[in-house]
């Protein structure tokens, strides 16, 4: 089946810089990756997206790039704030079902 | 913007006894599923429903757990009799496509 792996597994940076958080995926027939930001006590919040027909996607100061011959993608995060800090997963989706990885710790310092 | 909501917030039982999670998924959503993370551990996908059937499931999902739609608003979660292995927060979560929309969760304490 279907496995991610994600790193780092905690970031801390410094308010303005940039954050990147790389995840590789096992499964070709994955064609979905969705990255999820989730706070203390609350569900995992969709914050973008990226199907396996588009190599990069951006809004705003978040993009995610695939590479689909490599099978990893990444989160990037620029000109970070302090409410960016939360902990982030990634996901594959080879049917309908999210395959997540473990997870990163983003702390941004003001 | 429509939210998918879930009751209780926290459920605490005692091992062996039968608890029911439930979800209100966004309204013109087609696609159901569970979730379940163990504090902190990763999200882990338990079932998905579709068409008022489960359409995948994972090895987690045994017998103990069912999943059903009773009145076409309401989606549950039920695990017949509780082992201490089941505390967790349980995420519901609705899509009409892809991803999906996460509720806010339960926390299950099973003493």
């Known amino acids: 089946g279907e496995n991610v792996e994600q790193h780092p597994s905690t970031l801390s940076v410094q308010e303005g810089d940039s954050a990147v958080i790389k995840c590789t995926y096992s499964d070709s027939a994955s064609n979905y990756f969705p990255w999820y930001k989730q706070e203390l006590g609350k569900g995992p919040q969709l914050i973008i997206d990226i199907r396996s027909n588009v190599g990069e996607k951006k809004d705003q100061r978040i993009a995610v790039t695939l590479n689909k011959t490599a099978k990893h993608f990444s989160l990037h995060i620029t000109e970070t704030q302090p409410e960016d800090s939360a902990v982030y997963f990634c996901?594959?989706?080879?049917?309908?079902?999210?395959?997540f990885g473990q997870g990163t710790t983003l702390q941004v310092k003001p | 913007e429509p939210e998918v909501t879930q009751t209780p917030s926290h459920q605490v039982t005692q091992m062996g006894q039968e608890v029911i999670l439930r979800c209100v998924p966004i309204s013109n959503h087609l696609y159901f599923y569970w979730y379940r993370q163990i504090l902190g551990q990763k999200v882990e996908f338990l079932v998905s429903?579709?068409?008022?059937?489960?359409?995948?499931k994972s090895e987690i999902f045994d017998d103990q757990f069912s999943v059903e739609r009773p009145d076409g608003s309401n989606f549950t979660l039920k695990i017949r009799s509780t082992k201490l292995e089941d505390s967790a927060m349980y995420f519901c979560?609705?899509?009409?496509?892809?991803?999906?929309?996460f509720g806010p969760g339960t926390r299950l304490t099973v003493t």
């Open positions: 979560a609705s899509t009409t496509n892809r991803g999906g929309s």
């Open positions: 429903f579709y068409n008022n059937e489960i359409s995948e």
């Open positions: 996901a594959a989706s080879p049917t309908g079902k999210l395959i």
